[in-house]
Nanobody
Framework: QVQLVESGGGLVQAGDSLRLSCAAS????????VGWFRQAPGKEREFVAT????????RYGDSVKGRFTISRDNAKNTVFLQMNSLKPEDTAVYYC?????????????????WGQGTQVTVSS
């Protein structure tokens, strides 16, 4: 497994942008697919985006398509989530997660390792 640490969260206004980072330990990080999830108070954890370890193919949740972009830098063991045109409904704790088994995982059960999360708050 890998250890994951998220950063980059904060308080922004609607329409602003924010970039989250997920730093991973472990020399085999390039062999993991990485995803982002979010969870708002009282709601279930929601899939945001994933990027596979091989071709770099990405997938997004419907609520963030066209606004969020996931990318990775294997040399730096880091995955990014660029969030543009933020909305108040994007407010949540954002978690990154890694999966060695699945190529393009999109459900929480497919991931083996999780970070502690970073809070994103979007004011109206």
């Amino acid at each position: 497994q890998v250890q994951l640490v998220e950063s980059g969260g904060g308080l922004v206004q609607a329409g602003d942008s924010l970039r989250l980072s997920c730093a991973a330990s472990g020399r085999t990080f390039r062999e993991y697919s990485v995803g982002w999830f979010r969870q708002a108070p009282g709601k279930e954890r929601e899939f945001v985006a994933t990027i596979n370890w091989g071709s770099g193919v990405t997938r997004y949740g419907d609520s963030v398509k066209g606004r969020f972009t996931i990318s990775r830098d294997n040399a730096k063991n880091t995955v990014f989530l660029q969030m543009n045109s933020l909305k108040p409904e994007d407010t949540a704790v954002y978690y990154c997660a890694a999966s060695r088994k699945w190529l393009s995982p999109t459900t929480a059960a497919m991931f083996d390792s999780w970070g502690q999360g970073t809070q994103v708050t979007v004011s109206s």
